[in-house]
């Protein structure tokens, strides 16, 4: 396939026709829905919003081969069709092409509502792996960082294709298919096999996920899939150093705050790793860099002094 030129797709520059026009609800193309994930309890909020309020803003549409394709606005049109008295919506239309046009869905979607970071990976696997555009140019596109499209594509990447498909059709939340990247892909259908069958929460899901990143034996995995909710009782929230009688009381004492301190480690690496600025906001950055600078100066100061004690520990 061709790649289009280059540019910025931030909102402002977007060609809109500012003329809106009806359109029947039955003669939308909706090919770019597989970019958009569905959650049935926002569907029903904009069923309500559409039958209390009508229609308050315009769906967004483009013309891609002689179709009328919708671009924003999934959730008014799904909803509208389950309504009676709907049988048109008010359109508004871009003038984009189809690689724009996932571009266009990504910044509206900025626009609306908080992102949701799964979908936004969605479209750069699009453009990326389907349209075959650089991550460079898609980072232009998108008006963001080369690194920034780097850890969105590898978001869904790291989701097998039972987790990607569950999670278009709304049978898995954008949480659980966080969850779940931390887990190897081959064993992430098991786990949402055990999700579904013990009707797991998100939360439950999370801890989960942490039991089988830490087992270590087959019989350890399979207790944790057969039985979760008890394998979640059994295990502790925090890290509890069991006395060694090999050591001294120092040496338990150092092996506690060990544990204590691999422990929240670990649950900060994953969060920057698999979630990171997905979750916050704005207002969070100003008030977090002073912290995280001194992270970054300390885990380096503790590295080194670590080294130098491992080299000790070595010596006869």
Not at 98 to 117: I, T
């Amino acid at each position: 396939m061709s790649k289009s030129p280059q540019r910025s797709l931030e909102c402002e520059s977007i060609p809109v026709c500012q003329q809106d026009r009806l359109l029947a609800l039955q003669g939308i193309d909706e090919r770019l829905q597989r970019y958009r994930l569905v959650q049935p309890k926002l569907e029903r909020q904009m069923a309500q919003s559409l039958q209390d309020y009508g229609q308050v803003s315009p769906i967004m549409v483009c013309e891609l081969e002689g179709q009328t394709v919708l671009v924003d606005g999934f959730k008014r049109l799904r909803a509208a069709r389950t309504l009676k008295g709907f049988t048109h919506l008010s359109a508004r239309s871009l003038e984009v092409d189809e690689q724009s046009a996932k571009a266009a869905l990504f910044n509206l979607n900025r626009v609306v509502g908080r992102p949701v970071e799964l979908e936004e990976a969605w479209i750069i696997f699009a453009l990326v792996r389907e349209d075959g555009l650089q991550q460079a140019e898609v980072a232009t596109m998108l008006g963001r960082h080369k690194s920034w499209v780097s850890r969105r594509l590898a978001l869904i990447e790291r989701l097998c294709d039972e987790a990607r498909e569950s999670l278009r059709l709304g049978l898995l939340t954008p949480t659980q298919a966080r969850h779940l990247t931390r887990l190897p892909r081959g064993n992430q259908k098991a786990a949402m096999a055990t999700a579904t069958a013990d009707s797991l929460t998100s939360r439950e899901l999370s801890d989960v996920v942490d039991l089988l990143t830490a087992a270590s034996t087959t019989e350890q995995t399979d207790f944790v899939l057969e039985k979760p909710r008890e394998a979640l009782r059994q295990s502790q929230t925090d890290y509890v150093h069991h006395w060694d009688p090999r050591m001294s009381v120092n040496g338990n004492r150092v092996a506690k705050r060990l544990g204590m301190l691999l422990d929240c480690l670990a649950k900060m690496n994953s969060w920057l790793r698999y979630t990171g600025r997905g979750e916050l906001q704005a207002i969070d950055r100003e008030p977090l860099t002073d912290g995280f600078v001194k992270l970054a100066e300390e885990t380096t100061l503790v590295h080194e002094a670590t080294e130098d004690f491992l080299k000790e520990l070595k010596l006869p």
